[in-house]
């Protein structure tokens, strides 16, 4: 088992000004992480990180993910491929596409007997509750604006995901997650990739204290 008090206790590898120390980056901070973790929390470390490559995303991979035996990672990627398809969809009827067009609905296609449940499906989606909300956010005009928003959207299921877990798997996981989102804006918008650091660095500190962070 990883130490995860230890872990949680020397993240987030950051300077005061919410950027990387010189040298550092997103797969440094992975592979400190990486280092105190058990084999087994590794294999469940890498397939997360295994999601955040878009060409991976395909039905295989949620088949994969919703079978995990890890929680987080069932209900993240549940929510990752709900979110996807909404994107997609959105796009669809911008584009006066058929609606179900590149759609990952999991009905099965070229797939064994057992793979299959009663209705012929891989996997299902379940329920998307935060689908009015991702409607409304890619109803927006602005480009950067509709991308902080659905970020916005993730970093609050990340945290509903990771409630009351304070050093173990899913904590870890949770962190992983959300800098993930964090670096993607370093290079979208350094502005707002800063913002999110200070929010990441707060909640961190927050955690291992036991108390709400306060400067």
Known sequence: MGNYEYIISSLPFL???????????????????????????????????????????????YARALRR????????????????????????????REPEMDVVSGKGDELEDQDLDIDLYRFRPGDFEEAAKVDGVLSRTDLLSREKGLDDIIWEKVDGLGLFHYFDLTSVLAYVAKLHIVDRWLSLDEETGRELFRKLVQEVRGTFKGVEYKE
């Open 15 to 61: 300077t005061t000004d919410y950027q990387y120390d010189e040298g550092k980056d997103f797969d440094y901070v992975i592979s400190e992480i990486r280092r105190d973790l058990s084999d087994k929390d590794i294999e469940a470390l890498d397939f997360l990180l295994e999601g955040f490559q878009p060409d991976k995303l395909g039905a295989d991979f």
């Open 69 to 96: 035996p890890e929680k987080f990672l069932r209900e993240y990627f549940r929510f990752d491929l709900n979110l996807r398809n909404a994107k997609v969809r959105f796009l669809n009827q911008e584009l006066g």
